[in-house]
């Protein structure tokens, strides 16, 4: 397992400074501008990209050696930070103030898809695992892998503010070329054998194209498998909630500093949800597990914003992060058993577009809709007349009430999906499947 550290390791780097980036872009971006509609703009660039791009990098994994795969991403992702380098030395007066000017949105253009090309590896890593981990372990490492998803995200809600406040974008993209070429550097020292499919002799090999169709085929021929990315597509739709409206509401409660500081130590039940997959691994149905913590999930969210209380919202955050890696292993441990290998990287590379646009398209529906139906509702509407007596009154109260009905959809949703007949079709395409795990931990899924 000592190449999955040193890969864990150096996706770690990497992760950190792409998101670093991305957030970054988006406080600057108001900073410069005062702009709502441009940073906006932001969120919806990378849910545009990221949608767009997932089907042709999960081609390039799948036709390219994985390691390779990581090593152009961040070869790609070197050069357009270092062209967004140069576009703010040569930054004309004024340039970055005009938030409709052409070059203001040439720089913004250039740095997001530095960021977006850093999505390559999070396709060839869930690859590598269903390569390098023999599957009774896959679970355990996929839990690592979240756990590293958990440290990325604390230290990029930390270093982001910092880097903005004191270098500018400048200093961010001087700091994005180091850490690129530090993990580009550490990952050409990495050694993998990453093996290959046997293939008939006589079979033509597969041609190199992102092939949508095939890759459909692919995932409708195992039953189930198309619910599970759309269910997985819905909890980051509501998920999406909390991307629009969290801080606001935390904001509510306590300073800007007390929340800040807050969101930091609750992103540790990241971390130790990671730790915690990785020693006690996700049972014998993973299925099962991704349903559980789900339905537990959702029931805290129907009750975290019930009060005014800065406790109860922590403890629902704490909750909410501690659980989410183990939905997110428990998918890739499903996917990796049931689909075969040489077809993994299109099948996350669908996922990730499918599923990772969700959330951002729900942030740009929730916030007008709660600031013009909810809140007015809450605060000398009906809903402060019905239950404000005991619910509250005001802003703040409307939306945690969208906070609350999100709860219910989700506890609803997981509950018909326990019961589906998705579910036991699924659950026995996993355990039906077997893997060839006896050659040194290289594992090929059978398609079902």
Request: charged content about 10%; glycine content about 10%.
């Amino acid at each position: 397992m000592r190449p999955f550290h040193h890969l864990l390791a150096n996706n770690l780097v990497a992760n950190i400074t792409n998101f670093t980036v991305w957030f970054a872009v988006t406080f600057w971006v108001f900073l410069e501008t005062q702009s709502v509609f441009a940073t906006g703009m932001v969120a919806g660039i990378y849910l545009v990209f990221t949608a767009a791009f997932g089907f042709w990098f999960g081609s390039i994994v799948d036709h390219n050696s994985k390691r390779l795969s990581m090593l152009g991403s961040s070869l790609a992702s070197e050069a357009f930070y270092l062209i967004g380098f140069i576009l703010v030395l040569t930054e004309p007066e004024g340039a970055f103030r005009d938030p409709y000017g052409i070059y203001f949105w040439a720089f913004i253009l250039t740095v997001m898809l530095g960021v977006i090309a850093g999505n390559i590896r999070s396709i060839a890593l869930p690859t590598l695992v269903t390569i390098l981990i023999p599957e009774p372990e896959r679970d355990k490492a996929n839990g690592l892998v979240g756990m590293v998803s958990g440290i990325g995200f604390l230290t990029t809600s930390v270093i982001s503010g910092l880097l903005v406040a004191y270098g500018g974008m400048l200093g961010v993209l001087a700091l994005a070329l180091s850490a690129t070429a530090l993990a580009y550097l550490h990952l050409l020292s990495v050694k993998i054998d990453e093996g290959r499919a046997p293939v008939d002799g006589d079979q033509p090999s597969e041609p190199k194209r992102v092939d949508i169709a095939g890759t459909i085929r692919v995932i409708a021929g195992v039953p189930g498998l198309f619910a599970l990315i759309f269910f997985a597509t819905f909890n980051n739709f509501l998920g999406g909630i909390f991307m629009a409206l969290l801080d606001a509401y935390g904001l509510s409660l306590v300073s800007v500093e007390v929340w800040g500081l807050l969101f930091g130590v609750l992103s540790t039940a990241f971390i130790a949800s990671g730790i915690i997959i990785s020693k006690t691994g996700l049972g014998k149905n993973p299925l099962k597990t991704l349903l559980m913590v789900n339905a537990i999930t959702w029931a805290v969210c129907c009750v975290f914003t019930l009060q005014s209380s800065i406790w109860l919202l922590a403890a629902g955050c704490f909750v909410w992060m501690l659980l989410g890696p183990f939905a997110e292993a428990a998918e890739h441990t499903t996917l990796q058993k049931v689909v075969p290998l040489e077809r993994q990287g299109r099948v996350f590379g669908f996922a990730q577009s499918v599923e990772q646009a969700a959330s951002p398209l729900t942030a740009f529906l929730i916030g007008p809709l709660t600031q013009f139906v909810v809140i007015p509702f809450m605060t000398d509407g009906a809903g402060a007349a019905t239950i404000g007596a005991w619910f509250g009154t005001g802003p703040a109260r409307g939306i945690a009430l969208v906070f609350t009905i999100a709860g219910f959809v989700g506890l609803l949703v997981t509950i018909l999906a326990f019961n589906s007949r998705y579910y036991r079709q699924l659950s026995a395409a996993y355990r039906n499947n077997k893997d060839d795990d006896e050659d040194g931990g290289t594992a090929v899924a059978n398609p079902a």
